[in-house]
């Protein structure tokens, strides 16, 4: 991976920022690396309990977001965001660990992969497949650096008074035991080595109502504030816990939920695009369908060195949906308030003013 713009053009930027000394350096993957030794004495800045981490902060973004040396454990990473997200990682210099529960399915991606990657196959409601994960990831890779907590199931709307306490413990088991189980195996391995970056992937159903259905929104709720716990907790043994919290992504979930066959649904995402394009309009602000890619970035930044000041974050990739309602709809209903109340004014007795003489004369009496 190489960095943007020219070495001329990153110097220059480097000695009007910080006037430090640059010199190149070679990094220990053999990649050539500016270092500004006035500013760190090279190329290992300390953290605020002494410790060296290796940490070009100068170098550019660009070159901040590889993963060279790097291993990951993605839950759910058989099909849509999971899939994409360990294709993306392998790209950048990961090694992999593809984790889901449909053999056939994961072994074929880590195939497409090529030696970075792995299958294990696992369910993430259960805590001893969850241990036998992690454990297994170590044992292929020695060390653990990004756990990606993407496992999931579909979204089922029904009322408060209709709930179905199986069905809500399967959603739970799933979307937060399973997020949970995953950190409590992941931790002790990422605190040894005293850094690690633990991702989950939430969903803006967690932080808003209306759009999903109720078990599902909950138990994102709770996955999301668990990242703040756990931000807080982790943080002094240099571990990062942040959220991914996307809108409506063509994936696969929607044909699941539609009672396709997970092969059928993985595989055409398309319909899922053209069905969210055609609702598209009322809800976001930006006119783009969101896809599994998009997710993928957002965990790249994360998982990389780029992020490493973002903790407890919920980073949330929905095309402006939490920002508030598209203009188009909200000038719709601007104008329709504005010929309301004109309407009502004209049908008043009062209206065209004379309410207001009146009034006037009486206070004047």
């Known amino acids: 991976m190489s960095c943007p713009g020219s070495t001329s053009q990153m110097r220059a930027a480097l000695d009007v920022a910080q006037q430090a000394t640059i010199q190149p350096g070679v990094n220990k993957y053999g990649r050539t690396i500016l270092k500004t030794v006035a500013l760190t004495g090279g190329c290992v800045a300390p953290d605020w309990r002494g410790r060296g981490r290796s940490f070009c902060g100068t170098t550019g973004v660009g070159a901040m977001l590889t993963l060279e040396g790097k291993v990951a454990v993605i839950t759910g990473g058989t099909s849509g965001i999971g899939a ?13 660990v593809i984790a889901g529960r ?8 880590a195939r497409a992969l090529g030696q970075s990657a792995v299958f294990v196959r696992t369910d993430v409601g259960v805590e001893a497949d969850v241990k036998t994960m992690i454990e297994q990831s170590v044992a292929r890779f020695g060390r653990l650096d990004c756990l990606v907590n993407n496992a999931g199931m579909g ?18 088991a799933v979307h937060l035991r399973g997020v949970l189980a995953a950190m409590k195996h992941a931790v002790p391995i990422m605190a040894a080595q ?11 159903n967690g932080t808003r109502a209306g759009l999903g259905g109720l ?40 044909g699941k939920g539609a009672g396709l066959e997970h092969n059928e649904a993985d595989g055409n995402p398309a319909y899922a695009e053209t069905a969210i394009a055609a609702i598209l309009p009322r809800l976001q602000p930006l006119p783009y369908v969101g896809r599994a890619a998009d997710i993928a970035q957002a965990a790249l930044f994360l998982a990389s060195d780029a992020a490493r000041l973002i903790s407890g974050h919920n980073l949330v990739v929905d095309g402006g949906i939490s920002a508030g309602w598209p203009i188009a709809v909200a000038r719709d209903d601007i104008a329709l308030f504005g010929e309301t109340f004109r309407a009502r004014r004209t049908s008043s007795p009062e209206g065209s003013g004379g309410g207001s003489r009146r009034r006037a004369g009486h206070a004047t009496s």
Do not use: M, W
């Open 102 to 109: 449909r053999r056939d399915r994961g072994e074929e991606v």
């Open 84 to 96: 994409g997200t360990a294709g993306l990682f392998v790209e950048h210099g990961a090694r992999v």
């Open 194 to 204: 005293g850094t690690g970056s633990i991702i989950t992937v939430a969903s803006i």
């Open 215 to 254: 078990y599902y929104s909950v138990a994102k709720a709770a996955s999301i504030h668990l990242t703040r716990c756990a931000a807080v907790e982790l943080g002094e043994k240099g571990i990062r816990i942040n959220t991914i919290s996307p809108g409506p992504i063509a994936t696969g979930i929607f």
């Open 155 to 172: 979204s089922q709307y029904v009322g408060i008074a209709e709930a179905d306490f199986d069905q809500l413990d399967r959603t739970i």
